[in-house]
Every structure is written in structure tokens, then in C-alpha cells.
């Protein structure tokens, strides 16, 4: 792929390269609309400076960003408690920055961090396209993906193995005598949603049970979608297995809200296990995920790739069925 240099910014632009440089550096007299277009194309065009990887090269500041995508989702915090803990044994800091699920808020957290010096990355559920990704690592940027599995020489990635935990949630409900089951998914389009369903599907089939389209059912990860799904398949089904705990928990209250027995009308599976998933009001069977062990392997593993870039670490942890009142 070719590299994006301050010409071609310059070019797109009708500005001088001098004009760019200023404005990409904010020094010398420049106007604020400038900067701003500027650095509107720089990240349009994924620029990212050749200085920066070369700075990462000659020296260390002990210093590590962290990109988290949405900082009020509560699987994270242990997560990041496990990067955190991992990174002070090693006498290393931690730079968190939140990227809103947005993939050029995420581009641009990383020139951020990068011109910060930082020693390297992780990202956590990227939205970066492979191409940017290869780019990353073509530059020498030293970084671990986590939560999303990637097949891109020599890039490395933590993840836990959603197909597992996916097959693992409807085999325990089919084993409880369910046979008409659900699965309620946020983002198919995003490779945990589609490893779980995945896993769904394949427990089913190897079970003998018919599957469904009007039975798997896509909408937001939070309690109303977890609430609107399950609204659309309880008169059919048996059981349901959500995506997450914050779907999983809205399908809970539509189940209290309309007087069904749970687990004996309607059990549910959740995947996270979550703080207010053991509280007792909830007690929610579910995939619990590893999320401290995931951060510090996250860690550890960029530890490895900052001694000795060759080769890629491609690392799956298993989630583990946490069985309470709901299934």
C-alpha cells in the first residue's frame, strides 16, 4: 500500500508541503481553518508520520497507549485493571483513551498517542480496516489487537473464542430439555456477534435441531434491544441465547414485565458475566469472559512484540458457563 506523504496532502489540497507540515505540527502562523482542513485530509488519507515510527525505534518512554472502545461498557474495567496491573510489574504506564466506536476518532488517537511517544498499542475492538492495520505495522508500530480476530501476517491478537462460548451457551440449554432457542445479537456484522452465532448454529445442527431465520434476531446492544428482540420470538421459543449480559438482562425484564417463569417458560443465556449479572435480583446464567487474564495476555504479549518484532501472537481464551437462576 502506498504511504501517504505531506506531497500528497499537499496536493490534494492546493498547499504548499510547508503549509501542511505547519499546520499538521501547529507552529508558525497559520490559520485555524487551515489546520482544521488539513488535518481533516491527513486523516481522510490515513496519513501517518514516517517521523513518529522512527521515533518509536531510537527510543523508550516506558509509555503505552490503550484505545477502549466505549469506556461505559462494563466488561472493561476488569479488563483493563488486568493491562494496568501487567504494565506496572513491568514498570510501564498506561495512556487510556475512549474511541467512541468510531473509527476515525480511533485513527486519530492513535497519531495522538504515537506522536506521544508511546512504546506501543493496544487496541481493543478496532474499527481500523485491514489495510489500515497492515499500514500500522508496516510502519513499525508496535501493537496487539484484542476482541476482534484477525488473519494478517504478522499482526497479533487476544481474544476469547466466541465460537466455543457460543456452541458451549445453546449446548447447556438444549441439555436443559430447550429445543426451541433464540439467538438475539447485536452487530453481525462484527466478529464476536458472528462467532457466537456461529457457535449457535453449529450446537444446534449437531443436536438435530431445526434452525430458524425468524428465530435469530438482530438489534442494539443495550436493554431496550435486548427488551425489542426477545419481544419478537418469547411467543415461539423456550429459551434464548443473548449475545451479551446487557441484552441478556433486557430480555429479563420482558420476561417480568409479562408474567413468564423464568426459567421454565423463557430460560436465558447471557455472555460476560458482568458485575450486576451474579447481583441476586438478576442471577443470570452466562458465558463468563476472561477479561483480566485477556488484558494481562494483551500486555505480556506486547511486552514480547516490543523485545522482538518478527512473528505475530495469535492467543484464544476460553470462556467459562457460569450457571445461576436463569437457565
Same mark, same amino acid.
Given at each position: 500500500?502506498?504511504?501517504? /506523504? ?10 504548499? &508541503? ?7 505540527? #501547529? ?71 475512549? @474511541? ?30 485491514? #489495510? ?11 501493537? &496487539? ?20 462460548? !457460543? ?12 429445543? /426451541?432457542?433464540?439467538?438475539? +445479537? ?9 462467532? /457466537?452465532?456461529? +457457535?449457535? &448454529? ?5 443436536? !438435530? ?16 434491544? +435486548?427488551? /425489542? ?25 420482558? =420476561? ?12 436465558? &443465556? ?15 446464567? @452466562? ?10 495476555? =494483551? ?11 518478527? !512473528? ?16
Amino acid at each position: 500500500m502506498k504511504n501517504i /506523504r505531506l506531497k500528497d496532502i499537499a496536493e490534494a489540497l492546493g498547499l504548499s &508541503v510547508s503549509t501542511v507540515s505547519r499546520a499538521l505540527s #501547529r507552529k508558525g502562523k497559520i490559520s485555524v481553518e487551515t489546520i482544521r482542513r488539513v488535518e481533516e485530509k491527513a486523516r481522510e488519507m490515513g496519513y501517518l508520520p514516517n517521523s513518529i515510527a522512527k521515533g518509536l525505534k531510537t527510543r523508550s518512554t516506558h509509555m503505552v497507549g490503550l484505545l477502549i472502545p466505549d469506556i461505559t461498557n462494563p466488561i472493561f474495567p476488569e479488563y483493563a485493571q488486568g493491562i494496568l496491573d501487567t504494565a506496572s510489574e513491568h514498570g510501564y504506564q498506561i495512556i487510556m483513551l475512549n @474511541t467512541y466506536k468510531d473509527r476515525n476518532k480511533e485513527r486519530m488517537a492513535i497519531l495522538s498517542l504515537l506522536s506521544n511517544q508511546v512504546d506501543g498499542l493496544i487496541l481493543t475492538s478496532t474499527k481500523l480496516l485491514r #489495510r489500515e492495520l497492515m499500514e500500522l505495522k508496516s510502519k513499525g508500530v508496535c501493537f &496487539v489487537v484484542t476482541r476482534r480476530e484477525l488473519r494478517i501476517p504478522g499482526v497479533s491478537f487476544v481474544d476469547v473464542d466466541n465460537f466455543h462460548g !457460543g456452541y458451549t451457551a445453546t449446548e447447556y440449554l438444549i441439555e436443559t430439555g430447550k429445543t /426451541r432457542i433464540a439467538f438475539i +445479537g447485536s452487530r453481525f456484522s462484527g466478529e464476536p456477534a458472528r462467532r /457466537r452465532l456461529k +457457535g449457535y &448454529v453449529k450446537a444446534l445442527k449437531d443436536n !438435530g435441531l431445526q434452525i430458524r431465520e425468524e428465530w435469530i434476531i438482530e438489534d442494539e446492544s443495550s436493554f431496550e434491544g +435486548g427488551y /425489542r428482540a426477545t419481544q419478537k420470538v418469547a411467543h415461539d421459543v423456550e429459551a434464548i441465547f443473548a449475545y451479551n449480559d446487557i441484552m441478556a438482562i433486557g430480555a429479563l425484564i420482558y =420476561a417480568f414485565e409479562n408474567h413468564l417463569n423464568v426459567p421454565e417458560e423463557l430460560a436465558i &443465556v447471557g455472555f460476560d458475566d458482568i458485575p450486576f449479572s451474579s447481583l441476586p435480583i438478576v442471577n443470570l446464567t @452466562t458465558m463468563r469472559q476472561p477479561m483480566y487474564e485477556m488484558g494481562k495476555q =494483551a500486555f505480556e504479549t506486547l511486552t514480547n512484540l516490543m523485545k522482538n518484532q518478527a !512473528g505475530a501472537h495469535r492467543i484464544w481464551l476460553k470462556p467459562t458457563l457460569m450457571k445461576r437462576g436463569t437457565a
